[in-house]
């Protein structure tokens, strides 16, 4: 098995801000909205979703530029979204994009550190968060404190990169997901990999915490998905 190899816990420049930003995300963003929806509709959270007098409260962590904010508002929904980012540069990226998709006002930006989120036991509905997992060092930290802030009966759902078996398979996904961006670009991804954790090694995370393993599935051939219920 390919070991992890940690890759910095922040892209807090203005070139690596710029360089995920103009990577072509969308059809990823699309389909984690869509699975998103689909999973909130399995919880029984439709109903919710439009409703205008009992608004869900949803927490992004680890927005970076906003995409999936973004991506999520543009649905026929209607909640109250905050999306967290400890990296400047990544949030000031974010709120352009916010403003020229139109959302000025709808999601809310705050510079907070996943690890130590400075809000309430319970205080959210949902908790999402893509692929913010294999920036973290110890994941545990960050996943404990999106436990302690998600209402009983919320919906926690977190999508990362999976760590391949082998430096060659790396390559190969390198060059089938990044093969026409530029080598910087080409780069971020390839550490991203190396630095990502496994799924047997997420559900062991979240047994940790009392959830069972099998919340988290294999979902792509680089991914996997966390769907899990709020204790």
Known sequence: ?????????????????ADYDSMDHSSVNRLFVDDLLSAANAAGFAERLTSRSDRLRVLDVGTGTAQIPIEFCQRPVNVDMVAIDLAVEMLLLAEQNIR???????????????????FDDGEFDWMISNSIVHHIPEPVDSLREMQRILKPGGLLFVRDLLRPDSSERVEILVQAYAGNDNAEQQQLFRQSLHAALTPEEMGELMESLGWAADTVEQTSDRHWTVAAIGQ
């Open 1 to 17: 098995m390919l070991p992890r190899t940690l890759e910095p816990e922040v892209m807090d420049t203005a070139a690596e801000a």
């Open 100 to 118: 020229v998709a139109g959302l000025h006002g709808s999601i809310l930006l705050e510079h907070v550190d996943a690890k130590e989120l400075p």
